[in-house]
């Protein structure tokens, strides 16, 4: 490393030191410039692979019309669609640029140095870097049979625990927890801990038992429900998610969120898709269909893929997923390896349209045969 490097290094907060960060699916271009080639599949970040619906790309391309303007920074047309949606108040929303934005708030308005926060090995990779960039320690409870453990994590919250993350279901591992050991846990927890369950999949879950958690907000004052319109709803691209909690928790995180972080076109985009309900059907009738033959696939080939219950598959290939991962990115076929979630074996698969599937089932058949 070159001196300046080194001193420049040297200035950041002392936490930034170990900090890693977040490491995104491969971008289809960048592979393809890589590699000179095209005609490649992304199944790396569990996208939605029908893309947003026509009212969303109705409503972002009239939007173009006012790109000269700031968006409305409180973000009134959205916070009262989604309130109307789960039968809250808008006091109880705050958007984000992504739901991740919100759980960056989240660390920002009740993590500091001094704090913990607490979450489950293999939890989904952004609780720790929001955790250990404002200087608070992540306490890591073992998982159970790849899911969140909920007595594991009851046993690390202590005087000094801030925050609990549970994503529900969880990525990478497609786990679910049902509504009763949730709402003991809940129960459980002191007040004056944070609770976080993260439900960037909600509306792919079609499991019975499965909570909806923005019901149980009058119950948990200290619970702040976090859903994202990255996901079933098809727009990744515009960042835009969203925290359901109590009025005085959202007022807070109103305090450190940054003015304007929800574009215009991404509003008007994410008010008419929470509207689109036919398109949300379409969708999860999709990946109902696809998950099941992704995962009949997988097990034909000898794999051991993880029950999911959100719009990917994480699959044991019983030998470090480096090499198979990098067979596929030279055939063009883009998903996500999961060493960094604990999980070196493991491959993490996006469930795509049928003929992305049908593709990502024949090259992994061809890969694992040449290796084997
Ligand atoms: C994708 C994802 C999110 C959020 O994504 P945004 O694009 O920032 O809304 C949050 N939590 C989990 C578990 C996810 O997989």
């Not at 990255?230 to 990744?236: D, E, F, N, V, W």
């Not at 067979?327 to 698969?349: D, F, K």
């Not at 349209?353 to 049908?358: G, K, M, Q, T």
Request: charge should be neutral.
């Amino acid at each position: 490393m070159t001196e300046p490097t080194h001193r420049l290094l040297a200035l950041a907060a002392p936490q930034i030191g170990d900090l890693k960060p977040y490491l995104p699916g491969k971008p289809i271009s960048e592979l393809e410039r890589e590699l000179g080639i095209s005609g490649s599949v992304k199944l790396a970040s569990n996208e939605n692979p029908l893309g947003c619906g026509e009212a969303a790309r109705a409503a972002y391309l009239a939007a173009a019309g006012e790109l000269g303007r700031y968006p409305d920074g409180g973000g009134f047309a959205l916070r009262a669609a989604i309130a109307a949606h789960h039968g809250l108040m808008a006091e109880q929303v705050t958007l984000g640029n992504g739901s991740n934005d919100v759980l960056d708030q989240i660390a920002r308005a009740f993590l500091y140095p001094g704090r913990e926060s607490v979450f489950s090995e293999h939890a989904f990779a952004v609780y720790p870097i929001a955790t250990t960039a404002v200087g608070a320690i992540a306490r890591v409870a073992s998982a159970r049979d790849y899911g969140h453990d909920l007595e594991a994590m009851a046993a690390l919250v202590s005087a000094r625990t801030g925050v609990v993350w549970i994503a529900n279901p969880n990525n990478p591992t497609g786990t679910w927890i049902a509504a009763e050991p949730l709402r003991a846990f809940l129960c459980a927890l002191p007040e004056r801990c944070i609770a976080v369950v993260d439900e960037a999949y909600f509306d792919y879950v079609e499991e019975p038992q499965y909570p909806d958690t923005s019901t149980w907000l009058d119950r948990f004052p200290n619970l702040i429900v976090t859903r994202t319109f990255a996901k079933i709803h098809g727009l990744a691209a515009l960042r835009v998610g969203y925290g359901l909690s109590h009025p005085a928790v959202a007022e807070l995180l109103n305090r450190v969120r940054q003015p304007f972080n929800v574009n215009a076109p991404a509003q008007a985009a994410a008010v008419a898709a929470l509207a689109d309900h036919a398109h949300v059907r379409r969708s999860r009738a999709h990946n109902r269909a696809e998950l099941a033959r992704v995962g009949e696939g997988l097990r034909a080939l000898g794999l051991a893929p993880i029950p999911s219950v959100g719009n990917f598959v994480t699959v044991d290939l019983g030998r470090p997923a480096g090499p198979i991962d990098q067979a596929l990115l030279r055939a063009g076929v883009i998903c996500r390896p999961v060493a960094n979630y604990g999980l070196p074996q493991h491959l993490r698969i996006s469930i795509g349209l049928a003929s992305e599937n049908d593709r990502l089932l024949a090259t992994l058949a061809a890969v694992l045969k040449r290796c084997d």
